[in-house]
């Protein structure tokens, strides 16, 4: 575990981080997050997950605390003081609208300035030997609101949603909304069908991945077919691969939907392929 947080401006040991009752944070879920995967004590897309940050507190109208290059100085101050040099970690940024007097609904006014808290912790990968046995996954109702696209601390959804994996020995749930699987409750959604990659396409229903979009990109510069398509729950058990992809998963392979067996049972040469580039991707940074 690395100890020292960043809070409020302080680097603090994480035991002794200390925040008000009154933060909308812990009183509303009032803000947003942000999580930054570090390889080999690098940040890795840190300027995508940045922006997706601003994007969160400018959807929930939290002015602006800092600029990019801000948090990127508070995040290398963070490692250093972390000793963090060749490890893989992983960055969580959190920021609430900030600590009020009383607890109204209703934004604080004067506004409060906005709490800011980060720390690292460990990035648990699958090993390869469980990469290579794949994965299973459940399908669930997406019950979350209908603003997916920001990227809220309000996770009580996806939690419960992601705890009903676990409890039936899966890795993930993939959420359906309006017959269409949109995304895992943690994670972007990927299928493989005669040959062509497919993901749904970006909408408020979904959190726009940061790890999806490499996909997409690496992909297209390696002239892998690809293309962003509703994909059904027929489409999703009749699928010859099935992907989930997030900054801290990466790629995972599910090869089991709601106790069916996806294809062959077997890991696909597709996830094998774009893993392959993907890792490629991230050792040559
Ligand atoms: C609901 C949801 N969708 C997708 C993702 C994947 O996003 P990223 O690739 O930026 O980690 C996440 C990651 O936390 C998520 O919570």
């Not at 989930?244 to 077997?266: C, H, Y």
Request: charged letters at 20%; one cysteine or more.
């Amino acid at each position: 575990m690395s100890s020292i947080v960043y809070l409020n401006g302080e680097y603090v040991p994480r035991s002794e981080a200390r925040i008000s009752v009154m933060d909308r944070g812990f009183l509303f879920g009032d803000g947003i997050y942000e999580i930054i995967g570090v390889y080999n004590g690098r940040l890795f897309r840190s300027e995508q997950h940045l922006e997706r940050l601003q994007r969160s507190l400018m959807a929930i109208k939290i002015e602006h605390q800092f600029r990019i290059e801000e948090y990127e100085q508070i995040i290398q101050e963070l490692l250093e003081q972390n000793n963090i040099t060749t490890e893989n970690k992983y960055i969580y940024i959190q920021v609430t609208r900030g600590i009020s007097t009383t607890r109204s609904h209703n934004f604080p006014k004067p506004s409060v300035k906005p709490s800011i808290f980060m720390m690292l912790d460990d990035l648990v990968r699958p090993s390869f030997a469980q990469l290579q046995k794949g994965f299973k996954a459940i399908t669930r109702e997406d019950s979350r609101w209908k603003d997916c696209f920001i990227k809220t601390i309000s996770l009580l959804p996806n939690v419960l949603l992601s705890e009903e994996a676990i409890e039936n020995d899966a890795t993930e749930t993939i959420l359906i909304h309006n017959g269409y699987a949109i995304e895992g409750s943690n994670s972007n959604l990927f299928n493989v069908k005669n040959g062509v990659i497919i993901t749904p396409p970006k909408s408020e229903h979904m959190l726009g991945g940061i790890t999806r979009e490499l996909i997409i990109e690496l992909a297209q510069q390696n002239n892998l077919p690809i293309k962003e398509n509703n994909i059904t729950l027929n489409d999703l058990y009749s699928s010859d691969e099935i992907w989930v992809t997030s900054a801290s998963r990466d790629i995972m392979p599910i090869v089991n939907l709601d106790d069916q067996i996806i294809a062959n049972g077997q890991v696909g040469p597709m996830w094998q392929q774009m893993q392959t580039i993907f890792q490629g991707y991230k050792d040559a940074l």
